[in-house]
């Protein structure tokens, strides 16, 4: 809603902090609250059997890494989200900021260049009129000033399309917003699905918690409220397309509802679900490392690598830019390891 709402006028700096500090919580999420616990559950003294002949919580996680990279490959390959590359319902207000800085810092050096002809800018109107009248007073031709719409090249180079460099560099830019929008659905639907998966098995373990209930359920409700920051930012800054304008607000009440029903679930199957028996510690191991490999490759690849190496927004933005997102990406990433000291 504050990103869609114009009258509750949030600053794109909030966005832009609640953003990448959602990245970090995503991030240290999938290491301190979902690995450990796996690695802690099925590595547990009661289980026996092929379960503790290998390393499994990291096997498995391995194996769901590479299989989350096999479907984000499979959409790339036959354009599952590029179709809808244009006609978007919402700007990324994190951008703005970036967008505005860019801008300020342009007009700043604009304003303090040097007043000299060199300096300035020329119209290219008035640079043909310039050639042209210089070929006239030394006897030449003037059809042979050159046009706006020239093409470096030769004239039987079939290469260029029309409209020269320029259409070229549209053409660009359109190709590079339609991969960043294919990388940012399956990223947000990855995310999703982690995330939802993980939330779960928080209510199932809440529900059969015992006598631990109390502390554990004070630290998950800070760390689910951690965890939704850090989806519902994506949610909010992603560019969804006009026709599927109500999927982010379907996404984010299925978060929100997801963690309840399944403590209902719990409690309605306490009596059968012990905590510590080989059954549970197993499935929880085997999810919870599942989970948590679903998170490391969309954290480490999608939010990482994307966001701060191939998001030509942030290219393009200022080194003091760039800290301070990997800054909040920092403080989320810290504060979801600190509370894996408790849950």
Not at 1 to 15: D, E, I
Not at 93 to 120: C, F, G, T, W, Y
Not at 125 to 142: C, H, I, K, Q, R
Request: aromatic share 10%; hydrophobic share 45%.
């Amino acid at each position: 809603m504050a990103a869609r709402s114009k009258k509750m006028r949030v600053p794109p700096l909030a966005f832009f902090i609640t953003k990448y500090f959602g990245s970090g919580v995503i991030i240290a999420t999938a290491f301190i609250h979902l690995l450990a616990p796996a690695n802690e559950a099925l590595t547990n003294p009661c289980l026996t059997g092929p379960i503790t002949d290998y390393s499994w919580p990291e096997g498995i996680a391995l194996m769901t890494v590479f299989t989350m990279f096999f479907i984000e490959l499979m959409a790339a390959r036959f354009d599952v989200f590029g179709e809808q590359g244009h006609d978007l319902e919402a700007s990324d207000p994190s951008k703005d900021l970036i967008r505005s800085s860019e801008m300020a810092k342009v007009k700043m050096a604009a304003k303090n260049a040097p007043s000299h002809p060199l300096n300035q800018a020329v119209n290219v109107d008035d640079a043909n009129t310039l050639v042209a009248s210089s070929d006239e007073g030394s006897g030449e031709s003037p059809s042979k000033a050159p046009t706006r719409s020239s093409i470096p090249g030769r004239e039987d180079d079939f290469s260029y399309p029309p409209g020269g460099e320029d259409h070229l560099g549209h053409q660009r830019d359109h190709d590079l917003d339609d991969d960043h929008f294919a990388a940012q659905m399956t990223a947000i639907f990855i995310l999703e699905f982690g995330v939802i998966f993980h939330s779960i098995f928080i209510g199932l373990t809440l529900a059969v918690a015992g006598d631990n209930f109390n502390i554990l359920y004070i630290v998950l409700v800070f760390h689910q409220t951690f965890e939704g920051l850090g989806l519902g930012s994506r949610l909010a800054t992603t560019q969804w397309p006009r026709k599927k304008s109500w999927l982010p607000w379907v996404l984010g009440g299925a978060y929100g509802i997801t963690t309840p029903i399944a403590i209902a679930i719990g409690l309605g199957v306490s009596a059968t679900f012990a905590p510590n028996s080989p059954k549970t510690l197993i499935i929880n191991g085997v999810f919870d490392s599942i989970s948590a490999g679903i998170l490391i490759y969309t954290g480490l690849v999608e939010l990482m690598a994307h966001e701060f190496m191939f998001n030509p927004e942030m290219r393009k933005s200022s080194i003091k830019m760039m800290l301070f997102a990997y800054l909040c990406m920092c403080v989320g990433a810290g504060l979801m390891a600190l509370l894996g000291k408790w849950a």
